[in-house]
Structures are given as C-alpha cells and as structure tokens.
C-alpha cells in the first residue's frame, strides 16, 4: 500500500504543476490584478500540499486535504475563478487517501460545473472527466504493480526457503551418509578384532610354542604348529567371508547405478522414463555393466537431442547367451538411419565383448545393445 501511495503521489504532484502553470500563463496572459494576493494563496495551496506529501499519517493528510480545498474554494470565489480547475483533482485525492471508490468524485465535481461561468464550464468539464480517467487508471496500474512486485518478492522468498531446504537435506544426506560410513567402519573394526584378530593371535602363539620345542619334542612341535596352520586357514576363510558380505555384487551395483542415471535424466529433462530388467543378472560380470550403462546414458542424450520424444522406456535383459538392453522413445524416429558420434561410440563398447548394435527408427527411435554371454 505504501509503495501505492508513493506511485499516486507522484502523478499528482506533476498534474498539479501542470495545472498551476496554465492557471499562471493564463493569468498573466490576461492581465489580472490582485498579484500580491494571488501570490500569496498560490503559495498557501503549494505549502498545503508540499505538507501533505511530508506527513506520514493517514489522518494529518486528509485534514491538509480538507484545508487545500478550502484553499482552493476560497481562492476561486474572491480572486479568481480558474483555481476550480484543481478542485477535482484534490477531491479524488481525499477520495483515495479514505480508500473510497473514485467514482463517488465524479458526480461531486461535476456539481461545481453549474456554478461556474459559460466560459469556465467546458475547460472545467474536460479536466474534471480527463483526471477522473488517468487517476482511475493510475490506480488501477499502480495497484497491477504493487501486485506483480509482492508476487515477485513472494516468489524470491518462496526460493530462498526452498534452496535453504535442499541445503539443509543435503547437508542432512552427507551427515547420514558419513555416520553410515563410520557405523559400518566401527563394525568391521570390532568383527576383525574379535574374530580374525584373536585367531591371528592364537596361531603367533602356536607358532612361537613350537619354535622353542624344535629339537627337544618334534612331535609336539609338529602338533603345534598344524594348529598355527589350521587357525591362521580360519582366519583367512573369515577374512574372506568378511570381504565377500562388504562387497555388493554386481547385479545390484549395475541396477542402482542405472536407476540413479534414469532418476536423474527425469529430474532434469522430466520427460517421463521407464526401466525394466529381468533375467538372471548374476550373469552379468562388472565389464557388461559398464558397456550396458555407457550406450543407456549416450541413448538417453540422443533421445533428449533428436526425438523429441515424451516417453522414454529402457529395458536390460539377461535371455540365454546374451545381454539384451534396449532404449526405446515415442519421438519421430528417422526412416533413414544416419549414424553419429554417439551411436559410433555404442558400436565400439559392444565391440569390445563382440557384441553389436541394432538400431531402428521406423516407430519411434531404439536402439538395441547385444552382448553374448561368456560359456
């Protein structure tokens, strides 16, 4: 409201020296007398209203307002008859100062214009029905920008919290991510120390007692020492044991790390995208994984460049003696396949597993990886 008031203001301000300067032209044109006087309320009404645009309450501005017509009825009666020229537009000022409608302004300057000379009526019915009109829609297109300004700032606000809350998540996912890491540090320290750590020690002992009893009791010894052997065997079973439950195998590495491309293409391009895997996946050592996430990830660049497709569908499937992954959208296709750098560099992974690349563009656009199984 008071960014309103300030944009009102200022057109105000400029009608009413506007309108001074043809009162004053048009005084000195015609020669008037009562100078001194004339003088003195013309300082009186811009004093009024330099007052008005100083005071700060609502209240203070209507009284100056209620003076400033005074000023200006008093000054048309007694000294001359063009000061009515600024009656309207200090009566749709009170009117917006009290938050009334504008048109209640219209009817009550319009009443002046049967009191005033013939000369007078139709210059005073112009400016009456001229500042009606821009000072409505003023308001209007004042009340349109202070709107768009709020919506603005609420929309910046609405930013800055919704970035302060991905900070916050984030910081948040680290913290767990990182607490996680320790837990699962703090478990495999105590499981090697209780386990792996006491049987490593048991079997130094073993070995030491068997050192010394070397040339005076061999068979106790030899006993000894298989048992050095056979603990120091358990140790590296559970060592191996340990490593085997840390290390995720590779179906589960592959398919999460597909799942995470296909989220993340989602979130930036939010063009809808599918994924589908069946079959035994067990079967698909580490380098098929990277071959099949390679061509998804360039399949999923060249559907976002060319198709102009809508849905996206990507299907891994482990058949008897081949890997199968396919990308499929809903885009144009291209009856005429014309190989790029992307579909170049599909064909050279397969190739490293001699597998191949079948590409189709005659209902939407696809592109199929094969990749034979080793026996």
């Given at each position: 409201?008071?960014?309103?008031?300030?944009?009102?203001?200022?057109?105000?301000?400029?009608?009413?020296?506007?309108?001074?300067?043809?009162?004053?032209?048009?005084?000195?044109?015609?020669?008037?007398?009562?100078?001194?006087?004339?003088?003195?309320?013309?300082?009186?009404?811009?004093?009024?209203?330099?007052l008005?645009?100083?005071?700060?309450?609502?209240?203070?501005?209507?009284?100056?307002?209620?003076?400033?017509?005074?000023?200006?009825?008093?000054?048309?009666?007694?000294?001359?008859?063009?000061y009515?020229?600024?009656?309207?537009?200090?009566?749709?000022?009170?009117?917006?100062?009290?938050?009334?409608?504008?048109?209640?302004?219209?009817?009550?300057?319009?009443?002046?214009?049967?009191?005033?000379?013939?000369?007078?009526?139709?210059?005073?019915?112009?400016?009456?029905?001229?500042?009606?009109?821009?000072?409505?829609?003023?308001?209007?297109?004042?009340?349109?920008?202070?709107?768009?300004?709020?919506?603005?700032?609420?929309?910046?606000?609405d930013?800055?919290?919704?970035?302060?809350?991905?900070?916050?998540?984030?910081?948040?996912?680290?913290?767990?991510?990182?607490?996680?890491?320790?837990?699962?540090?703090?478990?495999?320290?105590?499981?090697?120390?209780?386990?792996?750590?006491?049987?490593?020690?048991?079997?130094?002992?073993?070995?030491?007692?068997?050192?010394?009893?070397?040339?005076?009791?061999?068979?106790?010894?030899?006993?000894l020492?298989?048992?050095?052997?056979?603990?120091?065997?358990?140790?590296?079973?559970?060592?191996?044991?340990?490593?085997k439950?840390?290390?995720?195998?590779?179906?589960?590495?592959?398919?999460?790390?597909?799942k995470?491309?296909?989220?993340?293409?989602?979130?930036?391009?939010?063009?809808?995208?599918?994924?589908?895997?069946?079959?035994?996946?067990?079967?698909?050592?580490?380098?098929?994984?990277?071959?099949?996430?390679?061509?998804?990830a360039?399949?999923?660049?060249?559907?976002?460049?060319?198709?102009?497709?809508?849905?996206?569908?990507?299907?891994?499937?482990?058949?008897?003696?081949?890997?199968?992954?396919?990308?499929?959208?809903?885009?144009?296709?291209?009856?005429?396949?014309?190989?790029?750098?992307?579909?170049?560099?599909?064909?050279?992974?397969?190739?490293?597993?001699?597998?191949?690349?079948?590409?189709?563009?005659?209902n939407?656009?696809?592109?199929?990886?094969?990749?034979?199984?080793?026996?």
């Open positions: 409201m008071v960014r309103k008031e300030q944009l009102m203001e200022e057109w105000v301000l400029y009608s009413k020296a506007v309108l001074l300067l043809y009162f004053i032209l048009q005084y000195v044109n015609e020669g008037g007398e009562k100078v001194p006087w004339i003088v003195c309320s013309l300082l009186l009404y811009v004093c009024f209203n330099v008005l645009y100083i005071m700060k309450k609502r209240n203070v501005k209507l009284v100056v307002l209620l003076l400033s017509l005074a000023v200006l009825a008093t000054s048309a009666t007694l000294l001359h008859i063009l009515f020229l600024l009656f309207p537009l200090n009566i749709y000022e009170l009117l917006f100062y009290q938050g009334k409608r504008l048109e209640w302004g219209m009817p009550v300057a319009l009443i002046v214009l049967f009191f005033l000379p013939y000369h007078v009526q139709v210059l005073y019915g112009f400016v009456t029905v001229f500042t009606f009109l821009t000072f409505t829609m003023l308001a209007r297109y004042t009340s349109r920008i202070v709107f768009l300004e709020q919506k603005e700032l609420n929309l910046r606000k930013l800055h919290d919704t970035k302060r809350n991905l900070h916050k998540k984030e910081v948040w996912k680290k913290q767990s991510q990182y607490m996680f890491k320790l837990e699962e540090r703090n478990r495999l320290s105590q499981e090697i120390h209780d386990q792996i750590g006491h049987a490593m020690t048991g079997a130094l002992i073993q070995m030491e007692a068997s050192k010394q009893l070397l040339g005076r009791d061999e068979k106790k010894a030899k006993e020492l298989q048992n050095a052997i056979n603990i120091s065997s358990e140790g590296i079973e559970s060592i191996r044991l340990t490593l439950k840390i290390k995720p195998p590779s179906e589960q590495m592959g398919v999460n790390q597909l995470t491309l296909i989220n993340e293409f989602v979130v930036r391009t939010n063009v809808s995208t599918s994924f589908l895997y069946s079959g035994d996946l067990d079967k698909m050592e580490p380098i098929y994984w990277k071959i099949v996430y390679g061509n998804i360039e399949g999923l660049t060249n559907s976002l460049k060319h198709s102009n497709a809508s849905e996206i569908t990507v299907d891994v499937a482990v058949l008897n003696k081949v890997v199968k992954a396919q990308i499929k959208d809903n885009g144009t296709g291209a009856e005429k396949v014309i190989k790029g750098m992307g579909i170049m560099g599909m064909e050279e992974r397969a190739a490293s597993l001699n597998g191949q690349i079948i590409v189709d563009g005659s939407g656009f696809s592109v199929t990886t094969l990749l034979p199984l080793s026996s």
